[in-house]
């Protein structure tokens, strides 16, 4: 019979009195419901930081008295206690190298709200959650679609090739972004093409770079997103004009108006990496962010 037990008990305990082959047999069962104290604060002071938005602490949905807990069935004789209090941790797919953090739209919206860049998240919410894309690679479409549900990987050491000629198969693209590289430095900006990755708000545009697939920054620090003001692409160009707008040059960032541009790329700079959602659970995703999220 499986015997289910609560535990309270720190790891270090646990590896002292249980023995590795012990532990193999253990099977983990882990409740997720991300509803603790910094999570109540994040979304509060999401909702209260953007003008269109209102909120009463009763819409949000979570509670500081809650916690996550480690669930452990024990399938041999003796119970073993295991610790602890858990958040949503990314954990390694067996086949992959790329950190599976969520694996169905209610819970990645969760970790959005909780994880994401909230100035980022705001924008997104302004822009009645139009959403930012780009196309995976082969690899990368393989993890998010493997199992019944969508997942949501996390993406820390994509490699920054708006510089290679082979990207966009042109040498003259690569001497574009090279002078927008200089232009940038030149005006002290934090993010360059050197730095950063390419989005598009488009997502037929994205799935000529691969398996479409919706981008969610990480963490406060190291996010930039840029645009140009005029609209549409970096490369090709349609604009004789061009004027770079970043998210830390404008007073009040208008990436909610970038997002909702038709075919609009946005470069983005994302030091502590980001997630990406494949677009087919778009509509589940946003159902499920508006629900946390209540305007």
Not at 70 to 96: F, K
């Amino acid at each position: 019979m499986l015997v289910s037990i609560v535990v309270v008990l720190l790891s270090p305990l646990v590896s002292a009195f249980v023995a590795p082959q012990t532990l193999l047999s253990i099977r983990y069962e882990i409740i997720n419901d991300m509803s603790n104290t910094s999570h109540h604060t994040r979304v509060k002071h999401l909702l209260s930081s953007a003008n269109t938005i209102k909120y009463t602490e009763d819409d949000i949905i979570c509670s500081e008295s809650r916690r996550s807990y480690l669930i452990v069935g024990v399938s041999v004789v003796s119970s073993v206690l295991v610790s602890s209090q858990v958040s949503n941790q990314a954990y390694a797919d067996e086949a992959s190298d790329y950190p599976i953090v969520v694996t169905n739209p209610e819970k990645i919206a969760e970790y959005i709200i909780k994880e994401c860049n909230s100035e980022f998240l705001k924008s997104v919410v302004k822009s009645n959650y139009n959403f930012l894309y780009r196309g995976l690679s082969p690899e990368q479409s393989k993890v998010v679609s493997s199992g019944k549900q969508s997942r949501a990987i996390l993406l820390k050491d994509e490699s920054f090739d708006l510089l290679d000629p082979s990207t966009y198969e042109s040498t003259e693209a690569a001497g574009y972004f090279q002078r927008l590289e200089d232009d940038m430095i030149a005006k002290r900006m934090n993010m360059t093409p050197s730095n950063s990755h390419m989005g598009t708000t488009c997502p037929k545009e994205a799935s000529k770079w691969g398996k479409v697939a919706s981008v969610w920054p990480i963490g406060e620090q190291g996010v930039e997103l840029a645009w140009i003001e005029e609209g549409k692409n970096f490369w090709p160009s349609n604009n004789k004009k061009q004027t770079i707008v970043t998210t830390s040059s404008t007073k009040q960032s208008t990436l909610d108006i970038a997002l909702q541009g038709d075919t609009w790329d946005i470069m983005f700079r994302a030091d502590n990496g980001f997630i990406v959602v494949p677009a087919a659970s778009d509509e589940e995703l946003k159902k499920y962010l508006k629900g946390l999220i209540n305007i």
